[in-house]
């Protein structure tokens, strides 16, 4: 499915992943188009991991909390890990950079 695609040279990264940095809009679009949400890249890292690092260059703090609720309507499952055994909140608690929203993030992952 389009809106599924995936860069085989970002080891998997869907276009859905990388929208969740920055871009609500485009999240909602490729949503709307069934862009697996739970889908996960080589490091197991899905779409919700993806918006709960908070340290990405692309990262805009605005959008975060709007991202993480809209992927958890969308059915993101925020017990799931990656290769690490991280979840999303395990990601959002290692970042370097503490979000304006942190309790919120927090909060909405379910921790």
Request: net charge neutral.
């Amino acid at each position: 499915m389009a809106a599924d695609y995936i860069r085989r040279v970002d080891e998997g990264v869907s276009l859905l992943m990388n929208a969740a940095y920055s871009s609500l809009p485009a999240c909602r679009l490729l949503l709307k188009h069934q862009a697996t949400v739970n889908r996960a890249d080589a490091r197991g890292w899905t779409p919700l991991m993806f918006a709960a690092a908070t340290d990405a260059a692309s990262y805009k703090e605005e959008e975060a909390v709007p991202i993480v609720a809209l992927l958890l309507a969308a059915g993101a499952d925020p017990a799931l890990k990656s290769r690490h055994g991280l979840t999303a909140c395990d990601i959002l608690r290692r970042q370097s950079v503490r979000h304006p929203d942190y309790s919120r993030l927090e909060r909405l992952l379910g921790e």
